[in-house]
């Protein structure tokens, strides 16, 4: 379990399906993504972004955040997780198992 100043560091993952099938709709699409790009986050697969938090009060600012931005149509989910559950996702590309992405190094202030 990594921790950070005493917290349990955290993933917050946010899942989409939103559509595209209007110019309206791929403007929010868009405008969405870019958010989340803005804010942090990195692409784990179409569809399916990811930042690491030093603490489960920082993931609640973002998912706080994401909620703000949310289209009016279509699905998005945002789930918290540990590191230690973030660890034992188990990645394949093809038959090929791959590590999974490791939590960013964190900066510590005395």
């Known amino acids: ?64 955040r994401i909620k703000h931005w949310l289209p009016p149509d279509g699905e998005v989910r945002i789930m918290t997780i540990t590191d230690k559950q973030f660890s034992r996702i188990q990645i394949f590309y093809g038959k090929i198992r791959t590590p999974t992405e490791t939590a960013p190094e964190q900066i510590s202030f005395f």
């Open 1 to 64: 379990m990594t921790t950070f100043g005493g917290y349990q560091t955290m993933w917050v993952v946010v899942l989409f399906d939103l559509p595209t099938n209007t110019k309206q709709a791929r403007k929010e699409y868009s405008v969405f993504r870019k958010n989340l790009l803005d804010e942090g986050f990195m692409m784990m697969q179409y569809s399916v972004y990811i930042r690491h938090c030093a603490s489960d009060e920082n993931a609640q600012v973002h998912t706080k």
